[in-house]
C-alpha cells in the first residue's frame, strides 16, 4: 500500500484543517490506519488511529489532540481523513499516515506501522 497525503498547508491558531492519506486502492480496508507528527528536533508522535470495520472502526487520540482532531475513514474512497481544529502552536510538524494490523489502547508504537507516506506540513502562525 502506497499512501499520499495532502491537506496540509498554513494557518492562523484556532483555525482547521482536513487532511487526507489516500491508498489508490485495496488493501487498504484490511489494515488500521494511523497518523504520526514530527516537528524539527523533536521525536515522531502518534496522534491519532482508525481501525477497519471488523474492529468496529475503533478510534484512538493522542491526550494533546483529543476533543480537537477527528479521525474518519471512507473505504470506499480508500482515503482516511484527520479533521483538525482549534490548531494551537504545539501543532506544527510534518503529518505522516502508516498502516498497521490494528490500532491499540495502549498507543501508537511506531515500530508496529509501515507503509509511511512522505507526509504534509501543517504550519500555524499568526
Known amino acids: 500500500v502506497q499512501f499520499e497525503e495532502s491537506g496540509g498547508g498554513l494557518v492562523q491558531p484556532g483555525g482547521s484543517l482536513r487532511l487526507s492519506c489516500a491508498a489508490g486502492g485495496p488493501p487498504f480496508n484490511y489494515y488500521a490506519i494511523g497518523w504520526f507528527r514530527q516537528a524539527p528536533g523533536k521525536r515522531r508522535e502518534g496522534v491519532s488511529c482508525?481501525?477497519?470495520?471488523?474492529?468496529?472502526?475503533?478510534?484512538w487520540y493522542a491526550d494533546s489532540v483529543k476533543g480537537r482532531f477527528t479521525i474518519s475513514r471512507d473505504d470506499a474512497k480508500y482515503t482516511e481523513y484527520l479533521q483538525k481544529i482549534e490548531l494551537k502552536p504545539e501543532d506544527p510538524a510534518v503529518y505522516s499516515c502508516a498502516i498497521a494490523a490494528y490500532c491499540s489502547l495502549n498507543g501508537m508504537d511506531a515500530g508496529r506501522f509501515g507503509s509511511w507516506g512522505q507526509g504534509t506540513q501543517v504550519t500555524v502562525s499568526s
Open positions: 482508525i481501525n477497519n470495520k471488523d474492529y468496529n472502526n475503533f478510534t
